[in-house]
């Protein structure tokens, strides 16, 4: 079975400053990991996924994260925020079987 | 693309009421999915279809709710009788599933249920 934890329900970042989100995730085999976007009344949006092969991902928007086994952590960052970037973020993790088990999610607010 | 639909965009019903809440995949994609979010428990995966058959049910929560996708074009998720405690945003997500976490889940806007 896969799960993951997300730290932090709310973070509040000045714009222009570094945003990271944390995600932990627990997985019985080699995980594949995601994160989603949700913007107010609206869907979730891929932002960028870890499947196999290099441990930094970068994804749209200027997010990056990466994989590290060894912590058991796949961490959300982009260097510069933008008023844009407020919204709702979602860690999730699949395994073989095609279900994605979500975090809890973090709400992002960014402040002029 | 016109992305997943999803229909209606809001339900409000009275408790006991039957609710049927509808979703048209992306063409071509083979994977269908169903989830609830809510405060309480966040995103719940509900039932997912592969090529139009169920394959896992296992978080559909009680026999009131049922799932069927006729056809490669089409699902719908219904609540019968609905309750209070329905009362949630349903997501369906769509996917072209090639292999074990390779593939992306792309989400519809939502349908927002209150049951009164």
């Known amino acids: 079975a896969q799960s993951v934890t997300q730290l932090g329900s709310h973070v509040s970042v000045s714009e222009g400053a570094l945003v990271l989100l944390r995600c932990n995730y627990s997985?019985?085999?080699?995980?594949?990991l995601f994160w989603y976007v949700q913007y107010p009344n609206q869907g979730l949006q891929l932002l960028l996924k870890?499947?196999?092969?290099?441990?930094l991902v970068k994804g749209i928007n200027g997010f990056e994260a990466e994989f590290k086994k060894s912590e058991t952590s796949f961490h959300l960052t982009k260097p510069s925020a933008h008023m844009s970037d407020a919204a709702e973020y979602f860690c999730?993790?699949?395994?073989?079987?095609?279900?994605?088990?979500f975090g809890a999610g973090t709400t992002v607010t960014v402040r002029a | 693309d016109a992305g997943v639909i999803q229909s209606p965009r809001h339900e409000v019903t009275e408790m006991g009421q039957e609710v049927t809440l509808r979703c048209k995949p992306i063409?071509?994609?083979?994977?269908l999915f169903w989830y609830r979010q809510t405060m309480m428990r966040g995103l719940e995966l509900l039932i997912y279809?592969?090529?139009?058959?169920?394959?896992?049910d296992s978080g559909m929560p009680e026999d009131r709710f049922s799932a069927k996708m006729p056809n490669a074009s089409f699902s719908t998720l219904k609540i019968q009788p609905s309750e209070p405690r329905d009362s949630a945003v349903y997501f369906c997500?769509?996917?072209?599933?090639?292999?074990?976490?390779?593939?992306?889940?792309?989400f519809g806007p939502g349908t927002r249920l209150t049951v009164l």
């Open positions: 997985s019985s085999v080699p995980p594949y």
């Open positions: 870890y499947t196999t092969g290099a441990t």
């Open positions: 999730a993790v699949s395994g073989n079987d095609y279900k994605l088990s």
């Open positions: 063409s071509g994609h083979n994977s």
């Open positions: 279809f592969n090529n139009n058959v169920p394959i896992d």
């Open positions: 997500a769509s996917s072209l599933l090639v292999g074990p976490g390779t593939d992306t889940q792309y």
